[in-house]
């Protein structure tokens, strides 16, 4: 029987505790050759009005992506074996009403809002999961919605 | 790239360019540090063979990279790269080692609200071939010079 991936929808998934770690924030500056002084140092941080060093908002996308991929449980919610490369980004929604930290941790959620069913050369579900991302005080970080494209 | 002073307020308005930045050859190296960020370990973005075997001509670079890319052309025309306050991306197509990634924006619109001064502008990312990679939108704030 194929797997019904709309009686996911509604479906709220485990949160993930996601640390903005140095290290990894760090390494993906040198990447994408983030180097805004307000992501270097302390001190260019404070001359942007930052309290301390931001993330580039670049890698804040990435934060919320990695979080799904760690609760979502994708062969058996989605019926897709992710690490085949049968999955696409879609549209991608984000809200930032403040800036993101490093060290600090935050607590994201995942909540399928909607799945809609298309047929191209194969067919294929649009599955739409809001993303929302609070800090340790319980304030919202970031919200945004993430679409991905799951062939059948 | 060209040269990219910081953005004012006072300066944009609907239509004006936001100057662009091109940004590349794209450096395999920089998937594999992506994906221990991601904790994604697809080989599509890290297996040549396997990638090929998909017809694909090289491995893909991660979308989120993509995405970087057309943030950091952004964030780096601001004057604090937290001016930012959303985005809306679509994924177009894929990008592969080597490509050389040109973003361009323009600006649909400015106004204030509760005083904070805001921009509304179209994003987008081409590749070498000028085909599109990602397509969007961004909102903003800029200081004033006065």
Known sequence: MEHDRKALIGHTFAPCRCVL??????????????????????????LDGYE??????????????????RTIDWEKDFALDYSTGTSMFGEQEMVYP??????ETLSIVGTVLDVVEKRGKRPFDLV?????ATDEAGAVAFRGSMGFVLFK | MTNRAKAWFDDVAA???????????????????????LRDTNP???DRVYARERGMPDVVQQGPLNQAYLYRFLTDWLHRPWDLRSTRIRFVANVFPDDLLTCRGVVTRTWREHGEPLVACRIWQENQHGGQTLTGAATFTLPERS
């Open chain 1, 21 to 46: 770690d140095e290290e990894n924030v760090r390494d993906f500056r040198g990447v994408v050759g983030e180097d805004h002084r307000a992501m270097a140092t302390a001190a260019g941080a404070l």
């Open chain 2, 15 to 37: 239509g004006t360019e936001i100057p662009p930045a091109t940004y590349g050859p794209m450096d395999r190296s920089g998937y594999i540090t992506t994906a221990i960020v």
């Open chain 1, 98 to 103: 403040r800036p993101l930290y490093v060290g």
């Open chain 1, 128 to 132: 739409s999961i809001a993303v929302s």
């Open chain 2, 44 to 46: 599509l973005h890290l």
């Open chain 1, 52 to 69: 301390r060093r931001v993330i580039p908002p670049s890698y804040a996308p990435l934060i919320a992506l990695s979080s799904l991929l």
